[in-house]
């Protein structure tokens, strides 16, 4: 058996990850907010099938973490951050009506950039705008934030609703492809991106 795809989901506090995450998982949603005392790392085992081939996934729901470990002893030394340099892909969320979770997660994708493990160079990182239920009251326009996470930042972008379940299952159908793809050395990253979600389907087992 393969191992699992590692699936780290990021962002500020109150963003909506774990609602992101729950409702992947078990089509549920709670309008309780995490508490912000929360530091515990969550981890989900779960199945998939993409282009009918099953993959197991292991999805860590991290909390609001100050920075991304720079080395593996920072990484240990930090139970809430364990195993978050050996991720797959990344899945960085923000709230599309809040201006500093955009900020965190810029901060969030440079710091990864910057000290993920030697050798995953191709390790895809994924920007999910959440709460578009609430798009009256988002602080970018959405061309604008899609033009530079897909251009400039060379990331796929996705938005969501975890309360309305709109998007989930396509961010993590995109967050699957992109590991798959991420693997093929001779397609260009770019290319990766603009070529999911196209004739492909995930579907959570």
């Not at 604008?144 to 938005?159: A, I, Q, T």
Request: with cysteine; net charge positive.
């Amino acid at each position: 058996m393969p191992p699992p795809f590692r699936i780290a989901v990021l962002g500020a506090q109150g963003v909506g990850k774990t609602a992101i995450v729950q409702r992947f998982l078990h089509d549920d949603y709670s309008e309780a907010p995490v508490p912000a005392t929360s530091c515990a790392r969550q981890v989900h085992l779960s199945a998939a099938v993409l282009n009918g081939h099953v993959h197991n996934l292991q999805i860590t729901d991290y909390p609001a973490i100050t920075s991304f470990p720079c080395s593996s002893l920072q990484e240990w030394t930090d139970t809430c951050c364990r195993g978050i340099r050996s991720a797959h892909v990344y899945i960085l969320v923000y709230d599309i009506c809040c201006f500093d979770s955009f900020e965190y997660v810029k901060t969030m994708r440079q710091q990864i950039l910057e000290t993920r493990v030697v050798g995953t160079g191709d390790t895809p990182i994924l920007i999910v705008g959440n709460k578009r239920d609430l798009q009256w009251g988002r602080v970018f326009p959405r061309h604008n934030v899609s033009d530079l996470v897909r251009k400039n930042w060379k990331c796929g972008y996705v938005e969501c609703s975890a309360k309305y379940n709109w998007h989930v299952l396509l961010l993590f159908g995109e967050a699957m492809r992109s590991v798959v793809c991420a693997r093929c050395k001779h397609v260009h990253a770019t290319i990766r991106f603009q070529r999911a979600l196209r004739n492909e389907r995930c579907a959570l087992m």
